[in-house]
């Protein structure tokens, strides 16, 4: 199995930055595809960003240009980077792993909150 643990969320204004981890530990030589979701209450989650272990990345387009995700092996981490954050970016955030056996892997979730 593959343990994550999610982190890094908070209270920020609109414009600033914010950068959430997701440490695995565990099986984590079978992880192939890493990404991180939100969902707000009342709707579905949802995609904001993946990168795979050959490092493809990919994004949501309401999130392209101020989001990065990136991979630290060495850490066993998937960060995300985000930066002119805006209200409508507040949800709780989740990072998921997949194995290549098909299986996956949540976080616990961090909350971002985007308020003046």
């Known amino acids: 199995q593959v343990q994550l643990v999610d982190s890094g969320g908070g209270l920020v204004q609109p414009g600033g930055s914010l950068t959430l981890s997701c440490a695995a530990s565990?099986?984590?030589?079978?992880?192939?595809?890493t990404g991180w979701y939100r969902q707000v209450p009342g709707d579905q989650r949802e995609l904001v960003a993946s990168?795979?272990?050959?490092?493809?990345?990919n994004y949501q387009d309401s999130v392209k240009g101020r989001f990065t995700i990136s991979r630290d092996n060495a850490k066993s981490t998937v960060y995300l980077q985000m930066n002119n954050l805006k209200p409508e970016d507040t949800a709780v955030y989740y990072c998921?792993?997949?194995?290549?056996?098909?299986?996956?892997?949540w976080g616990q979730g961090t909350q971002v909150t985007v308020s003046s």
């Open positions: 998921k792993t997949t194995e290549y056996g098909g299986n996956a892997y």
């Open positions: 990168i795979t272990n050959s490092g493809l990345t």
């Open positions: 565990g099986r984590i030589f079978s992880i192939y595809h």
